[in-house]
């Protein structure tokens, strides 16, 4: 079967350092792939390629669906179905959980303008799919830092996303709320979703791995 994403020989050089050497991954729809690493072996620069945030050196390769993509940045990489969820967060805050599941994409009506009745029953729908009893009318600021990585969740899925990447995206969670978004991240499989999650916690990594990658820093 045909991966959802490839990455091959992918490398990176920041200025005095290689991020990443060669290194190559597949993605598949429907599996949870963890990938770890002791610190600065590059996951989240190899992420950020993933999601067009950084230009890979040339010689790499990204295939979306077999074919060869160059990813000019984020949005295209979004707009291919391809998102990140980072541990920063990157909600805003004083606008309301609706406002963000649609930033930039609000619905409109026929005369151009934000069809707000529409944005929120939208948002109730997608906030439903991940089982959270939210109201989309409360402030970002409002919600906790588990309820708001739920929110950039819920964002990915109106979006249609088909690959979501979680950058340790546990870092900041307390015990439960950890818990509710693990089983978020298993209903995310059941749908179909490619998840690739980087963690360094070995429980979550044994409860959630179909598929792990370790990345190793070469000696230099
Ligand atoms: N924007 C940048 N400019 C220069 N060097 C960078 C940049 N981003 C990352 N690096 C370097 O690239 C290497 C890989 O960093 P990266 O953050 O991708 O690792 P990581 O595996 O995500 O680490 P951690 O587990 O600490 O999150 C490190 O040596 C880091 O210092
Ligand atoms: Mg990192």
Known sequence: MTPFLEMLAISKTFPGVKALDRVSLSIHRGEVHVLASENGAGKSTLMKILTGVYAP??????????????????????????????????????LTVGENIFLAKEPLSRFG???????????????????MDIDPATRVSDLSVGQQQMIEIAKALSAQSKAIVMDEPTASLSHHE??????????????????????????????LADRVTVLHIMQR
């Open 178 to 207: 950890t818990a509710v978004l693990l089983g978020l991240v298993r209903r995310l499989r059941e749908r179909g979703i490619a998840v690739v999650y980087i963690s360094h916690r070995l429980k979550e990594i044994f409860e």
């Open 113 to 131: 303008l934000i069809d707000r009745r529409r944005m929120y029953r939208e948002a109730r729908e997608v906030l439903r799919t991940i089982n």
């Open 57 to 94: 050196d040339s010689g790499g390769l990204i295939l979306i669906e077999g074919q060869e993509v160059a990813l000019a940045d984020s949005n295209h990489a979004r707009a291919l179905g391809v998102d990140i969820i980072y541990q920063e967060l990157a909600v805003v805050d004083n």
